[in-house]
């Protein structure tokens, strides 16, 4: 998913649907009779043919939430859930006393209605509550049963070189179950998103989750929010934008040739294209005092999604062209240093995120002053440390929490 917070991190063996509401699927065994008739309509809007057949299973809220906590055991290790909630920190993202590990763990219990768990090559589906979107549910996990059978999603997610081409991963994975589990919908009604394009961006709006107010989901900070619902929501049209141009030639095309960066999944039509720059990172101050944290890339999610929160005009973002960060930890005095940069499409938007980022730095943080400033460059202090800023062209790079 994005510069540190991959919802994957320990869900790269499952996947899951979320509701908008905390709705919960009927136990009821009629609803497993249902799998072979919809895994023929899958197959049929797709043209893949199912290879086997698909175990499916109930399972309760509290033991879904122990199976999320093992499971979270099992792909991450603690250093690791610190080192992103560090990065999170960092960036602004969200507040000094933000637990990550526990915010993940409610937020996906919460919220979780059916998940298809490609270890164990099986699908579950959570007890009791309303029956009324229990099928569009199984069909969205039905959809990623059929896609495993065919492209290995387990070897598909591991192999994401970076976090944004790893979030990018995400988004064609849950963006094409989705567009299936809408064009099952839209079926009903005797119609297809293929025929009625506009069908896809109002079915879409409508199952996105945005309205959600209430619990774990309305408290958590928007940019976990946002980027929970990006591979459903962009990953969708996504989807959408590649059957009109290719017709079912896509559902396989788009693991075969993924694409590099959350920036492809914003804009379809930028697919298949270059892979995205690595901007060069300004050198840690005395290295071989620091150990490692973490390091990625930063991608044009990431970029829009940061102008959002703190004001900044989201439209900079869609002239992204690459960024990155490394994150690194004193080895005595327990502070962290970050790394930064970002490269655009001109020197112009370059400037006006210059002057963004610079005023981004004495919100995010607290006791914060500009010590100087010129036209390309800025230095100055808070709570956090020393802190400087260059322009140099279309790159822009920070060096954070200096002592």
Not at 93 to 105: C, E, S
Not at 227 to 251: D, E, H, I, R, W
Not at 379 to 388: C, I, L, R, T, V
Request: proline share 4%; charged share 25%; hydrophobic share 40%.
């Amino acid at each position: 998913m994005t510069i540190c917070y991959r919802m994957d991190y320990f869900m790269r063996s499952i996947f899951l649907y979320f509701f908008c509401v905390t709705t919960a699927l009927a136990e009821e065994p009629a609803l497993f009779k249902q799998i072979d008739p919809l895994i023929k309509e899958l197959s049929e809007i797709t043209g893949l043919a199912p290879l086997k057949k698909v175990q499916p299973a109930f399972i309760g809220r509290a033991k879904l939430k122990a199976f999320l906590e093992e499971r979270m055991k099992e792909e991450v290790k603690p250093e690791e859930i610190r080192a992103e909630e560090l990065t999170l920190k960092k960036f602004g993202f969200v507040p000094a006393d933000f637990d990550l590990k526990k915010t993940t763990l409610d937020l996906l219990t919460e919220q979780a209605a059916a998940f298809y768990d490609y270890r164990k090559k099986k699908l579950f589906v959570l007890e009791g509550g309303s029956d009324d979107m229990q099928k569009v549910a199984l069909v969205h996990e039905l959809a990623h049963a059929l896609a495993d059978q065919h492209f290995h999603l387990e070897k598909f997610i591991k192999s994401g070189k970076n976090d944004d081409n790893a979030t990018a991963r995400v988004a064609v994975m849950e963006g094409q179950a989705q567009w299936l589990m809408l064009e099952y919908m839209a079926r009903q009604d005797g119609k297809s998103l293929r025929k009625n394009p506009e069908m896809a961006g109002i079915l879409n709006r409508m199952s996105d989750g945005s309205g959600a107010d209430y619990g774990v989901i309305g408290s958590v900070p928007m940019y976990l929010k946002e980027t929970l619902l990006f591979p459903y929501t962009f990953g969708m049209m996504f989807q959408q934008a590649l059957v009109l141009k290719s017709g079912n030639a896509s559902f396989g095309e788009v693991f075969r040739n993924p694409p590099a960066g959350t920036q492809q999944i914003l804009h379809p039509e930028t697919y298949p294209g270059k892979i995205p720059k690595k901007p060069e990172l300004l050198p840690i101050p005395d290295k071989r005092s620091f150990k490692p944290v973490s390091d990625g890339t930063v991608g044009e999610i990431d970029h829009k999604l940061l102008l959002k929160q703190y004001g900044g005009a989201q439209e900079l973002a869609e002239k992204w062209r690459g960024g990155s960060y490394r994150l690194v930890e004193h080895k005595h005095d327990n502070y962290t240093i970050m790394s930064y940069a970002v490269e655009f499409e001109d020197a112009d938007t370059a400037g006006k995120y210059f002057a963004f980022y610079t005023k981004l730095m004495c919100e995010k943080t607290n006791h914060c002053a500009v010590d100087s400033s010129t036209a390309t460059h800025v230095s100055g202090h808070s709570a956090d440390g020393n802190f400087e800023l260059d322009l140099k062209g279309a790159r822009m790079t920070s060096l954070e929490g200096m002592r």
